[in-house]
């Protein structure tokens, strides 16, 4: 069993200084590489003057988490990758935890630690939290994480299956990986995972969350919470995301739907004066027409694909949440 943890670095210098020691103190059994995406800070001259034993894959642009990923894995040898953002810090034994879980699991393709937040370790973090699921508007949302409220990590989500696991730190079987045809690029970054893993469950895989490892996430250290940029790619990317993956069926009532709330979500920025988010709304819908009409919008998916090997949640998480109260994913009724 060989593994590689590889971390995708985009000017991430500080980054790397401050948790790249810490990869690989706890991460023995693997080989540790970073994969520059084309940074322009001193990421690259830094690696080689600091950590010249570290395998260094470099890109000369930012092709995004996506297409940065496929690059860089297409150049490694292993049976497991590890994806690893630049801003995690393992905890001692993660990745045998981890690793025993996917050993004894061969049908589970892909699987996460639990994200903790760096700042506050008792408590989840937003990326990725225990495990993501999605509602009945595709509306990703994890065990121990609905919306802004994280929950303190009490013990209270087992190791499990999941709609999705983070991207954030991802343990893949490299030939599910290219078997699925890995990340979408044209996602850029965001929702990628979740696109990925949806894809890994159509093919017959499971994945899963793991409680035995754990990893502590500063998050938001590329595009924080509020930017625009952000909010374009998660507006846009969660359209393409349905239309990629939804059930044939219902997928343009449920797409319709989605734009619907999307309306609501730019009448309350435009009540906040939050107008570059609501342009980047309008930007993400815009773009997604783009998408659908253009040659890589065709879509092949028939019923028969559509394997839920675990159930996601019936209802809208955003009704839940905001109408109702519920703000944890234990009140949540399946």
């Given at each position: 069993m060989s593994i590689a943890v590889v971390i995708l670095n985009f000017n991430g210098q500080h980054f790397l200084a401050k948790f790249l020691p810490k990869v690989l103190e706890t991460s023995?059994?693997?080989?540790?590489?970073?994969?520059?995406?084309?940074?322009?800070?001193?990421?690259?001259?830094?690696?080689?003057?600091?950590?010249?034993?570290?395998?260094l894959i470099r890109s000369s642009i930012n092709e995004g988490y996506a297409?940065?990923?496929?690059?860089?894995?297409?150049?490694?040898?292993?049976?497991?990758?590890?994806l690893m953002n630049s801003d995690i810090e393992p905890k001692q034994n993660w990745l045998n935890g981890i690793m025993s879980y996917m050993e004894s699991n061969p049908s589970v393709a892909a699987a996460q630690p639990y994200i903790l937040s760096f700042d506050n370790p008792s408590k989840f973090e937003y990326a990725g939290a225990a495990g993501g699921?999605?509602?009945?508007?595709?509306?990703?949302?994890?065990?121990?994480?609905?919306?802004?409220?994280?929950?303190?990590?009490?013990?209270?989500?087992?190791?499990?299956?999941?709609?999705?696991?983070?991207?954030?730190?991802?343990?893949?079987?490299?030939?599910?990986?290219?078997?699925?045809?890995?990340?979408?690029?044209d996602f850029f970054a965001h929702m990628e995972e979740i696109d990925f893993c949806w894809r890994l469950q159509r093919a017959g895989y499971h994945v899963a969350a793991v409680s035995a490892s754990e990893v502590l996430h500063v998050g938001g250290g590329t595009l924080p919470q509020?930017?625009?940029?952000?909010?374009?790619?998660?507006?846009?990317?969660?359209?393409i995301l349905l239309y990629k993956n939804w059930d044939p069926q219902s997928k343009w009532r449920t797409i319709f739907s989605r734009m619907?709330?999307?309306?609501?979500?730019?009448?309350?920025?435009?009540?906040?004066?939050?107008?570059?988010?609501?342009f980047a709304i309008l930007k993400a819908h815009r773009d997604f027409y783009r998408y659908v009409f253009g040659q890589k919008g065709k879509s092949n998916l028939t019923v028969s694909q559509q394997k839920y090997w675990v159930k996601s949640y019936p209802k809208s998480i955003v009704w839940a949440y905001f109408i109702r109260g519920v703000k944890s994913f234990q009140s949540l009724k399946f």
């Amino acid at each position: 069993m060989s593994i590689a943890v590889v971390i995708l670095n985009f000017n991430g210098q500080h980054f790397l200084a401050k948790f790249l020691p810490k990869v690989l103190e706890t991460s023995t059994q693997a080989e540790v590489i970073v994969a520059d995406n084309g940074s322009t800070d001193n990421s690259v001259a830094w690696m080689e003057e600091n950590f010249p034993q570290v395998r260094l894959i470099r890109s000369s642009i930012n092709e995004g988490y996506a297409g940065g990923y496929n690059t860089a894995l297409a150049q490694v040898d292993a049976d497991y990758y590890v994806l690893m953002n630049s801003d995690i810090e393992p905890k001692q034994n993660w990745l045998n935890g981890i690793m025993s879980y996917m050993e004894s699991n061969p049908s589970v393709a892909a699987a996460q630690p639990y994200i903790l937040s760096f700042d506050n370790p008792s408590k989840f973090e937003y990326a990725g939290a225990a495990g993501g699921y999605w509602d009945a508007f595709g509306y990703p949302f994890c065990r121990g994480r609905l919306f802004d409220t994280v929950e303190e990590n009490c013990g209270q989500y087992p190791t499990s299956l999941v709609n999705w696991a983070t991207g954030a730190c991802l343990v893949v079987r490299a030939k599910a990986y290219w078997e699925v045809g890995g990340l979408d690029a044209d996602f850029f970054a965001h929702m990628e995972e979740i696109d990925f893993c949806w894809r890994l469950q159509r093919a017959g895989y499971h994945v899963a969350a793991v409680s035995a490892s754990e990893v502590l996430h500063v998050g938001g250290g590329t595009l924080p919470q509020g930017n625009p940029r952000k909010t374009y790619l998660n507006f846009r990317n969660n359209l393409i995301l349905l239309y990629k993956n939804w059930d044939p069926q219902s997928k343009w009532r449920t797409i319709f739907s989605r734009m619907v709330l999307d309306g609501i979500a730019g009448i309350q920025f435009i009540l906040k004066g939050e107008f570059k988010q609501l342009f980047a709304i309008l930007k993400a819908h815009r773009d997604f027409y783009r998408y659908v009409f253009g040659q890589k919008g065709k879509s092949n998916l028939t019923v028969s694909q559509q394997k839920y090997w675990v159930k996601s949640y019936p209802k809208s998480i955003v009704w839940a949440y905001f109408i109702r109260g519920v703000k944890s994913f234990q009140s949540l009724k399946f």
